[in-house]
């Protein structure tokens, strides 16, 4: 799955899953471009990076805001001219239940990131995309698919149910200028956003093992793997789909 000379958009790549999908890409020859908000994160990946590829164009920005967006796109344009892979994977989590006290400023957060974020990011990308005939993938989970009785996260499986359709609507969309646009929806993943939930709530991530019939959660690198796979020609018949990779949490 060779991606040389192209240029893939990875935000949220300072950790996680946006990080294995940054190294990833780099491997195949593309040209990355890594976007997050931590500085220090960032500068690692770009070494991992280079390291297997070549040096990425690191560019420290928040998708929640509107400025910073835009200086993704131009800066992305500015040194390599074209744009033909977007990954949204940028997201935050909370959690919170109807009659939370600040269920509207959490509302508001989760949604600027996760969807709005997503929405601009893609709007200003589309044109670049449409000129390579490339593709678009946005990470959703399953968590906007079914409700965790657990833990309450009204807002955040919200945002993930409306990223879900969304990402349909844009796939009709552009599907007229031969331009793809996928989902994929992990299920629990090693990462430090994982992590730092479950520090939050004081309850173990080793606990979610427990929970999929395969008895694990799956690396960072698997969800890497699938990602690269739908934006590759292996998968040019694909579009409005969504990929649910979970270890099986949804059969629970």
Partial sequence: MS???KVVIVTGASSGIGAATAISFAKEGANV???GRKEQK??????????VGKVPLVVRADVSNDEDVKRVIEETIGKYGQIDVLVNNAGIIGFDGILSDNIMSVFDSIMNTNLRGVVYMTHLAAPHIIKTKGNIINISSVLG?????QIPMVCYSASKAALDHFTRHVAVDLAQYGVRVNTISPG?????????????????QSDDEDKTPLGRISDSEEIADLIL????????????SDYVTDNGSMLM
Avoid at 42 to 51: I, N
Avoid at 145 to 149: F, S
């Fill in 42 to 51: 960032l500068q690692k990946v770009k070494e991992e990076c280079a390291k």
């Fill in 229 to 240: 796979f739908v934006a590759s020609d292996k998968a040019k018949a694909i579009t409005g």
């Fill in 188 to 204: 629990p993943v090693k990462t430090d956003l994982l992590s730092n939930a479950y520090n939050e709530i004081s309850t173990p």
């Fill in 145 to 149: 698919k079914m409700t965790y009785k």
């Fill in 3 to 5: 991606f040389t000379n």
């Fill in 33 to 35: 471009v890594i976007v």
